[in-house]
């Protein structure tokens, strides 16, 4: 059964202070590992897709990374606009069954 | 290009009723994804369509249906409703083909209160 864990399950971070957020997947042959960002209330908000490991990808503050097990989002000197719950999910086929972890909730202190 | 929109937005119903929830997907998409969302966790896949198909189905019982229409825009249908229907219930719609069917943008979601 794929299966998606993210942690932590939230974090605190000063304005400026950089860290990384893991998503670790367990999943038979992988097509993609997708990031979201959730704010409350509302849908997730797409973020990066990643299809093979080594494969990165950048916006802003944001950097998602890849291996065959793992992914890190890291993010480069937070503001309080990057506070929110990010999703990780992946998928082994053609877009169906998008399996997302519990997300990480952050929070970013002024 | 309009993003994917969602009704209602909320919804209160009680236990055993029936309920019916829409999704316009964005333009240019043809394949639309229901999902639900308890409190405090991730999204769980419900099911897709593609092209007026059902096109994946995940772990949740026949009393969960949907329908997709000619124009895109799709219906989740929820009968018997039970306590635990309680959830944000978001749409996504993709492009359809090759990779960038994997890209999903959800709407604002339908939260549904069931008493």
């Known amino acids: 059964e794929d299966q998606v864990t993210q942690s932590p399950e939230a974090l605190r971070l000063q304005e400026g202070e950089s860290s990384s957020l893991n998503c670790s997947y367990t999943v038979s042959g992988l097509r993609g590992l997708f990031w979201y960002r959730q704010d409350p209330g509302k849908g997730p908000e797409f973020l990066f897709t990643?299809?093979?490991a080594g494969e990165e990808k950048e916006k802003e503050r944001l950097k998602a990374t890849l291996t065959k097990k793992e992914s890190f989002l890291h993010i480069t000197a937070p503001k309080p606009e990057d506070s929110a719950t990010y999703l990780c999910a992946v998928t082994r086929n053609y877009g169906q069954n998008f399996v997302f972890g519990p997300g990480t909730r952050l929070s970013v202190l002024p | 290009e309009t993003g994917v929109t969602q009704s209602p937005t909320h919804l209160i119903k009680t236990r055993g009723q029936q309920v019916t929830l829409r999704c316009s997907s964005q333009?240019?998409?043809?394949?639309v994804s229901w999902y639900q969302q308890a409190l405090g966790q991730g999204p769980q896949f419900i099911f897709q369509?593609?092209?007026?198909?059902?096109?994946g189905r995940g772990n949740f019982p026949p009393r969960f249906s949907g329908l997709q229409f000619p124009n895109y825009s799709s219906e989740l249908n929820v009968n018997a409703l039970e306590l635990d229907d309680s959830a944000l219930y978001l749409c996504?719609?993709?492009?359809?083909?090759?990779?960038?069917?994997?890209?999903?943008?959800f709407g604002p979601g339908t939260r549904l209160l069931v008493l």
């Open positions: 333009s240019g998409h043809n394949t």
């Open positions: 369509y593609y092209r007026e198909e059902e096109n």
């Open positions: 990643l299809y093979s």
């Open positions: 996504a719609s993709s492009r359809g083909g090759g990779r960038d069917q994997e890209t999903q943008y």
